[in-house]
Nanobody, 119 residues
């Protein structure tokens, strides 16, 4: 089971760090972050390999968001900086079992956490 946390309301230009914690199993897989804004389709944000040595980002967040992981804590993080009102969305984490990179399918999804960026 995956659980995303750390969301909240932040002003434009601010920063937030999201966490994705796994329970019941360990993260022996790539983990990705996604978001879904009201009325929009779910959007890929970033993904990281199990080892943490490779990361892949959507162009919309490249340079502003950083994905990382601490396997000892079984947790993946998304550090979000220089936030914009258009970053407002529910953010989800998910785990992939694919061997390809970057993964295209994610099997295990967590509950989302709301991030609201005010102008």
């Amino acid at each position: 089971q995956l659980q995303a946390s750390g969301g909240g309301e932040v002003q434009a230009g601010g920063s937030v760090r999201l966490s994705c914690a796994a329970s019941g199993r360990t993260f022996s897989s790539a983990v990705g972050w996604f978001r879904q804004a009201p009325g929009k389709e779910r959007e890929f944000i970033a993904t990281i390999t199990w080892s943490g040595t490779m990361q892949y980002y959507a162009d919309s967040v490249k340079g502003r968001f950083t994905i990382s992981r601490d396997n000892a804590k079984n947790t993946v993080y998304l550090q979000m900086s220089s936030l914009k009102p258009e970053d407002t969305a529910v953010y989800y984490c998910a785990a992939s079992l694919e061997g390809s990179w970057p993964p295209k399918q994610y099997l295990y999804w967590g509950q989302g956490t709301q991030v609201t960026v005010s102008s």
